[in-house]
């Protein structure tokens, strides 16, 4: 697997913020639990339960603060992963089946292994629909642990590993959407349809706006919301309408930049004024209409709403989700099936589903591997798939009704990541280590 030629300092880019901003949700994750055990946590739950709502014709929305965050605000992160996964179809990893094949098995190992260990322990019991919460890989902890590695990692891992977490983003979308939305209204899901017709309409005829979708995928999320299905399923579905096409192909936009600037030059203007001449000023508008024109709205807007959703809306999920009250009663919960489950799931699961994918992938043809990466690297990336966090939590929050029972899956979910994340990165270390050696023995 090699980095896409056409848009690598996109990637870079895309890859240190998802780094950064998981040291921002470490300390929102610290926040949460030490305020919950804190003399000042029963304003912790008051601020979280507090009620919020407004009305709308006869129907009312009144919930509280938790449920907000946890399926408004959501909803737009969802909408990132929908245009980041739209992305990766078009232009990245996923763009063609070749492509796509090898991270698609090894997440597809990655999320069947963990649900059946979970389920294995939890069969027959109440418990059994957190069998999705072990399936997860969080997106900003993964590659953070990567970072930490520093350069030594090769690209193409990094690569195989963000595709990975993308398609395990998607199929943990697919599970919410089939397997915890409940009692199922047709009529509001036909008229979501109806908005999400119109929005791809408008694409094809070439409305760009950003307000435009977003005021439509407000109506689209009210009726998703109403119809029974995860309200952040909204999200995903309105970024798949979003266009990837330019009004300008890049060949002509050289050409128009090059002509727009003669005109600036051609406009003589004493240069300590600090105000432009009208021809110049002319110029540079057209200049600025014309580079919106050629760049996509698909990667506009997840330029635009990345850093909001990593270094804002991830952040206050943990800080809302995460505050768990720790007691002897939960600790012992620990040794419980459903704690027991998503342990193994993650710290286990993970990497020998991820590996054994990927073994059989390549004994069965697959292209061997490139950029210096090798099945221990895999098997690394595996460990580190076993950090589910994000969306793990959310799911829990979506299987069980029960508190006592959320807790210790969240508890369970805290542990399974942080082992997971440090066996990643020790594994990591010695396997990059010992390249390093073995590079400078054969010089």
């Known amino acids: 697997m090699q980095l896409n030629d056409r848009w690598p300092t996109f990637f870079r880019r895309f890859l240190e913020l998802e ?5 921002i949700l470490i300390a929102a994750l610290v926040s949460a639990i030490a305020w919950a055990n804190s003399p000042w946590s029963e304003t912790y739950f008051h601020l979280r339960d507090l009620h919020l709502g407004f009305t709308l014709g006869h129907s009312g929305f009144a919930y509280p603060l938790l449920d907000w965050i946890n ?3 959501m909803t737009l992160f969802f909408f990132v992963v929908g245009l980041e ?10 763009s063609s089946l070749t492509r796509a094949a090898f991270p698609m098995l090894a997440a597809l190992g990655g999320m069947l292994v963990p649900a059946l260990i979970y389920t294995a322990f939890n069969h027959g019991t109440g418990n059994a629909g957190g069998w999705g919460i072990p399936m997860a890989t969080d997106i900003p902890f993964a590659l953070g642990v990567l970072a930490l590695l520093g350069n030594r990692v090769p690209n193409s891992l990094k690569v195989f590993l963000m595709a990975l977490a993308i398609i395990d983003d998607l199929g943990s979308i697919l599970v ?3 397997f915890y939305s409940h009692g199922i209204h047709f009529e509001s899901l036909a008229a979501a349809a109806g908005v999400l017709a119109l929005l791809m309409a408008l694409g094809r005829m070439g409305i760009r706006r950003p307000l435009v979708y977003g005021f439509l995928g407000i109506i689209v ?5 109403r119809s029974g299905v995860h309200g952040t399923i909204a999200g995903v579905l309105v970024a798949l309408t979003v266009p990837a096409t330019t009004h300008i192909q890049e060949k002509s936009f050289s050409a128009l930049c ?9 406009a003589n203007d004493r240069e300590d004024t600090p105000i432009l001449n009208p021809v110049r000023l002319d110029a540079v508008l057209e200049l600025e209409a014309t580079c919106e024109a050629v760049e996509p709205p698909l990667q506009r807007l997840e330029g635009r709403l990345h850093p909001w959703t990593s270094y804002f809306i991830l952040p206050l999920f943990a800080l809302a989700n995460a505050g768990v009250p720790i007691d002897g009663a939960l600790l012992h919960s620990l040794g419980g099936r459903v704690s027991i489950g998503i342990l193994l799931g993650l710290v286990l699961g993970k990497p020998i589903g991820i590996f054994l994918a990927c073994w059989a992938a390549l004994i069965l043809g697959s292209p061997p591997l490139t950029g210096g ?6 098997l690394g990336a595996g460990m ?12 829990s929050g979506l299987a069980f009704q029960s508190q006592d029972v959320l807790a210790a899956a969240k508890l369970s979910i805290f542990l399974a990541s942080f082992l997971a994340g440090t066996a990643g990165w020790i594994f990591l270390r010695m396997a990059l280590g010992h390249d390093k050696q073995e590079s400078h023995e054969k010089v």
């Open 176 to 178: 919410i959407a089939i």
């Open 373 to 378: 990466v090798r099945l221990k690297h895999l």
């Open 221 to 225: 999320w009210y009726f998703v919301v």
């Open 19 to 23: 780094s950064s901003s998981g040291i």
């Open 384 to 395: 580190l798939g076993g950090i589910g966090f994000t969306m793990s939590i959310f799911i």
């Open 85 to 94: 996964i739209k992305r990766e179809m078009i232009a990245g990893e996923l």
């Open 71 to 73: 399926d408004g605000l």
């Open 258 to 266: 090059r002509s727009i600037l003669g005109k600036f030059d051609q």
